[in-house]
């Protein structure tokens, strides 16, 4: 599927397309990119450092996707999808190292959870995520997944400040515990800020909320990458009509 976009700044068209990254190659590169954007924004702790890469015992069980610019052949954003099956496997989800979730058994349909999400800084922008996100919405599709978890982060290296400042705003509109609640086993260092402090919610996470996902509890504390993770859900029926063109219906 392909998507392309204007760079501005040079005046090339951007030729964007998505694929899905299959064999020990394609793995390396995504965990190539994970590493320069988590250790090198973020100074990230990550298994791998040495090689270069961001890797985990989880990336073997995965399916992985990405975003490729064809004027470089440089992989540009990526992605990991573990299903309920490959779960089941390995006893967890990813997201169960951080959380306890409960009411993931009574979710009814099959679940497939989204981690390690990333974008070059140089393509962090609405087009790049709409060619994940359609790519993301294939895998929908074809496993007719009813719902869709994950984590997406905020950085502590202020101290916390924005974590609690975006978290204001996400109670307030988009906390739910309908189908599913996410206790912390790390909860955020207490921090008491004024309620009038404006923080910007990261990208990712501001795509999740326009897809019409839910936050399910309060956010984990991720020292070794120096983020706090918020805890997402997403009913498939509950798409948001303005981007549910993206995620079609299964035939």
């Not at 060619?131 to 294939?138: C, I, M, Q, S």
Request: aromatic share 6%; glycine share 8%; proline share 4%.
């Amino acid at each position: 599927m392909n998507r392309t976009a204007r760079a501005d700044d040079t005046r090339i068209e951007r030729r964007l397309q998505a694929e899905r990254l299959v064999g020990p190659h394609a793995l390396r590169e995504a965990q190539a990119l994970r590493f320069a954007v988590f250790s090198g924004e973020l100074k990230a702790k990550l298994k791998g450092a040495e090689q270069g890469l961001d890797m985990d015992d989880f990336d073997a069980h995965c399916r992985h996707i990405g975003v490729r610019d064809l004027n470089t052949g440089r992989l540009v954003a990526t992605t990991r999808l573990l299903d309920h099956q490959a779960a089941r496997g390995l006893g967890r989800f990813y997201s169960e190292e951080e959380f306890s979730l409960h009411g993931l058994s009574g979710l009814q349909g099959p679940v497939l959870e989204i981690g390690r999400t990333c974008v070059d800084a140089a393509y962090r922008n609405g087009g790049t995520i709409a060619v994940l996100w359609a790519e993301l919405a294939e895998v929908l599709n074809e496993g007719r997944y009813s719902y869709l978890m994950g984590c997406a982060s905020i950085s502590m290296q202020d101290g916390g400040i924005q974590a609690q400042a975006v978290m204001q705003r996400l109670r307030d509109r988009y906390l739910c515990n309908e189908h599913l609640r996410a206790e912390p086993k790390k909860p955020l260092p207490s921090l008491d800020i004024p309620s009038n402090v404006i923080a910007e919610v990261p990208p990712l996470l501001k795509a999740y909320m326009r897809l019409g996902a839910k936050v399910c509890g309060e956010p984990c504390w991720d020292e070794e990458f120096q983020v706090a993770d918020v805890f997402i859900l997403l009913k498939r029926d509950n798409l948001c009509p303005r981007y549910a063109r993206h995620f079609k219906a299964a035939v």
